[in-house]
C-alpha cells in the first residue's frame, strides 16, 4: 500500500510541475523555454562558463547545450566569448538583454507560484516546505 501511495504522490507531483510549466511558457512573451531559462540563471549567477561546464552542472547532453546555447545567441541573450591566448577555450556569456529576459521570466514564475499555491491554508505551506526540506536533507546524505 506504501509504495502504491508513493508513486500517486510522484505521479501528482509531476503532474503539477508539467502544467506549471505549461502555464509558464504561455504567459512568457518569449519563445524560450525552462532550459534556456536555467542556462541564463547559470550564467548571470556563476559568470561565463565553457559550454562542457554548463552540460554538466545541469544535467544536459553535449549536443543539447550547444542546440540551447545557439539559441539563447541567436536571440541575442547569449554571446561567445574566445580567449584571445587560447582560441579554444570559448565561454558562452549572458548579455544585458538576457538578464532582462532572465528577470522577467523569474518574475512571471513567481507570479505563477503564488497563483498556484494560493489554494493552500498557511498550515498545509509550512507543512509542504516542511516535507520538501526533510526530502532535501535526504537527497544531500
Do not use: C
Amino acid at each position: 500500500m506504501r509504495e502504491t501511495d508513493i508513486f500517486k504522490l510522484i505521479h501528482a507531483v509531476e503532474l503539477f510541475t508539467n502544467e506549471a510549466i505549461i502555464r509558464w511558457t504561455k504567459s512568457f512573451p518569449y519563445s524560450i523555454g525552462i532550459s534556456p531559462i536555467l542556462v541564463l540563471a547559470e550564467l548571470k549567477q556563476n559568470g561565463p562558463q565553457k559550454q562542457s561546464v554548463l552540460a554538466n552542472k545541469l544535467g544536459y547532453t553535449p549536443a543539447s547545450m550547444t542546440n540551447i546555447s545557439n539559441r539563447l545567441i541567436k536571440q541575442g541573450f547569449a554571446t561567445r566569448e574566445y580567449n584571445e591566448s587560447d582560441r579554444r577555450n570559448v565561454f558562452l556569456s549572458i548579455t544585458k538583454t538576457g538578464i532582462d529576459v532572465l528577470t522577467e521570466a523569474q518574475q512571471k514564475g513567481q507570479e505563477l507560484r503564488l497563483e498556484l499555491f494560493k489554494v493552500l491554508s498557511e498550515e498545509e505551506v509550512k507543512q509542504y516546505l516542511a516535507l520538501h526540506e526533510k526530502l532535501l536533507k535526504n537527497l544531500k546524505k
